[in-house]
């Protein structure tokens, strides 16, 4: 068990590090909490207090059905605020706390140094339990059905509420539909638009984090290793530390490990110019841009990346070029792997057209998602002009009846 | 200083028990649990759990439904996991990476939510919406019912139950002894008869079991049919506990067995129907009144009836049917065939409920046909 003295040391030690690799990581303040506390933090999708939404009871029951089969257990959790709040299983040995003070200070560092940070609050806690009381006065007075289908709806087009982060310019990219709808759609009562401005705070907030997946845990992966390759240390603590270094970036074919291979890309980075490049990496890359500068054929070869068809543990992968495996990647994690859709016409119907790419639509899925939108958000048909297999569709619900015609 | 740290108390931020988060999903799951009852019927998990009063059952996952790219359809970038010589300092290659998902890494592809559900809360579910129908009132729930059983006789009672002849014996008596007046009643000389309220023993319902073990019943019918009758007794036992069941099993021959062995034993020998309706005919005869019972008859067989035995088993078909409350047959196929001749003339009978089953899930629909509030049209009453 972890105390807050045994922590402290760790701390001094890991900072001198910190400081002699020039990392900036502001102030960092850390909470010891056992397994349940961090299940519960992380299931809110890493704010500590949000709206009351049945999805993250959901994500809270995974989380705890895996740490109670002891499949994953989440050492730390790192909240981008100023200043930056990190959780620490306290659980966890004096040398395990070691390595994740590393990694938790190199996340602070990016949180405030990459160039997609620079705009997003840095108050998200107090917001985000300030939404929370509202939301559930909402409950008390509106119903919590109308509340929590609100916020099902919501969480649908919060994937696309373009690329603003403040709330001055909320709803003022055709690309930001959740902004628009809360913003003039017609039907709407007014805590409904409060609602989904609060939902589109977040989203917001959680967007540049979304980008930068791949980036930010490799670049805590890379420096963590940076800071514990430098650091005297005895041979348990050498030991625990490698077993928790292996552990994390283990890969399970075919996915990929964004630990994995965001630290490789780091240290091809680090590779070509030192600590310069990884530090211009940071502040300038997404994992995007990261893929596109560092992702080497070696590194491809090395990673052993391939193309799959399926997601699934089992399917066999297809050896590629480089070039195909870099396009392909680039275009995975384009826009956080997420379709782009703008708004068309906002007239009786919603028209949001779908910027097709060759990558249909999941068509599963579709109709619940829009009769979602349409009921309880537009209140009228929604349309999505898309395409499947390269044959234009146009895609419509109007709350009772989904229809997908080819145009 | 462009680092610093602190350490907080930790006790700010303690999970609180359920918020409402988890209080919503699992009312969620709940409600998933009552619409997939018919469905959880025949899982295997709840067959077997004889003694264990809560299970886990598998709810589908919530699925929260979004916009986004078919994962079927695109191709995407893996990794094939170790190869040699990746990683820093040109290590050799970890191991393959098979087992368990990584701490920290990416989602879990968990796609099955285990929730926990007492047998009671999926007993209470799956009967809710079942009774044995045309359940006779008059013919009382035994243990419930009380009869009067003469208990001698009394100097005082209501003047119904007086009884003349024994009165006046009383009054000769005392008249040859002399005693009191000559002619005449005396006070003393009036009887009444007595009655001493007992409970019955007899009345209620019964169920007839009835199975076909012949060979051609392969484990698939054996199960469904079990599957049935289990699900069957568990709700008679659950509604009505005075319910008598009998359990037939035949072949070529009928016998009544044990509840114990009649879902364990194994099959063999050819298919004659009549004989397990004559069977169950002498056993109403004996021992179940209609008079005094509401008595079930289910039969289900494969429908594999040896052909020259076909209008003799229709025959007592009839006669079990005029025989008990409700006779129901069903049929357990698991291929698409037409329904066998017996079948064909169950379905004409009025009286006799008919289903066939294909699947597991049609057993839920079998209890619903048979014992669904006013379902099954029949005749006898």
Known sequence: ?407 | MKASFSIGPGSGFRAAGEGIEQRRHRAKVEEAIRHHLADMVTDDKILVTSGRRALSVPVPEFKEFRIRFDPGLSESVGSLGGVPGEGEGGSQATDSGKGNSTPGGDQLGLDIEEASVSLEEIHQAVFSELELPRLDPEKRLRGVGRDDNPAGLGRHGILTQWDRARTLKAARLRQARGIGPQDGLAQDDLRFRQWEPTHDDIGGAAVMAMMDTSGSMGSFEKYLAKSFFYWTTEFLRQKYPFVDLVFLAHDVRAREVDEESFFHRGASGGTVSSSVYRLALEVVAERFPLKHYNIYAFHFTDGGNLTSDNAQAVEMGRQLQAAVTLFGYGEIHDTERNPSPLYQEFSQMPGAGVVILRGKEDIFQAMTHFFGRSQVEHANG
Request: net charge neutral; charged share 20%.
């Open chain 1, 1 to 407: 068990m972890l105390t807050a003295d045994t922590l402290n040391r760790v701390c001094d030690r890991v900072f001198s590090q910190v400081q002699s690799l020039s990392l900036e990581p502001g102030h960092i303040h850390f909470e010891l909490v056992p397994p349940p506390t961090i299940q519960a933090l992380a299931s809110q999708g890493g704010l500590p207090v949000r709206y009351g939404h049945w999805s993250f009871g959901k994500s809270r029951q995974r989380l705890k059905t895996s740490f109670d089969f002891r499949m994953t257990q989440i050492y730390e959790l790192v909240i981008n605020h100023v200043p930056t709040y990190a959780f620490i299983d306290q659980t966890a040995t004096p040398a395990q706390a070691l390595m994740m003070v590393a990694h938790v200070s190199a996340h602070a560092d990016y949180f405030r140094h990459h160039r997609g940070f620079f705009r997003v609050a840095s108050d998200m806690v107090s917001v985000a339990s300030r939404h929370r009381r509202t939301v559930e006065e909402y409950r008390q007075q509106f119903g919590f059905y109308a509340v929590e289908s609100l916020l099902d709806a919501a969480h649908i087009l919060a994937d696309f509420s373009g690329d603003g982060l403040t709330q001055q310019s909320m709803g003022s990219s055709k690309t930001d539909v959740l902004g628009h709808v809360a913003k003039i759609g017609p039907r709407l009562k007014d805590w409904e638009r409060q609602v989904l401005a609060m939902v589109w705070d977040e989203a917001r907030y959680f967007w540049p984090q979304q980008l930068t997946r791949t980036a930010n845990e490799g670049y805590a992966t890379f420096c963590h290793l940076k800071m514990l390759h430098e650091m005297p240390m005895g041979a348990t603590e050498s030991w625990e530390t490698a077993q928790l270094h292996a552990s994390i970036v283990q890969v399970t074919p075919p996915r990929l490990n964004p630990y994995h291979l965001g630290q490789m890309l780091y240290a091809q980075a680090f590779n070509e110019g030192g600590w310069g490049s990884v530090f211009e990496a940071r502040d300038l890359y997404e994992d995007v841009g990261l893929v596109r500068a560092y992702l080497t054929d070696e590194l491809a070869k090395a990673a052993g990346l391939a193309i799959f068809r399926e997601r699934d543990v089992g399917s066999v992968g297809r050896q590629a070029s480089s070039d195909e495996i870099r396009r392909q990647m680039i275009q995975d994690l384009d826009h956080a792997g997420l379709p782009r859709l703008a708004i068309e016409d906002m007239g009786v119907e919603l028209v949001l057209r779908h910027h097709y790419d060759g990558r249909d639509l999941d068509f599963a899925q579709l109709p619940f998602a829009l009769k979602s939108v349409s009921q309880r958000i537009w209140k009228g048909p929604v349309v999505i002009l898309t395409a499947r297999q390269g044959v234009p569709h146009r895609v419509r619900h109007d709350g009772r009846e989904f229809s997908d015609q080819a145009v």
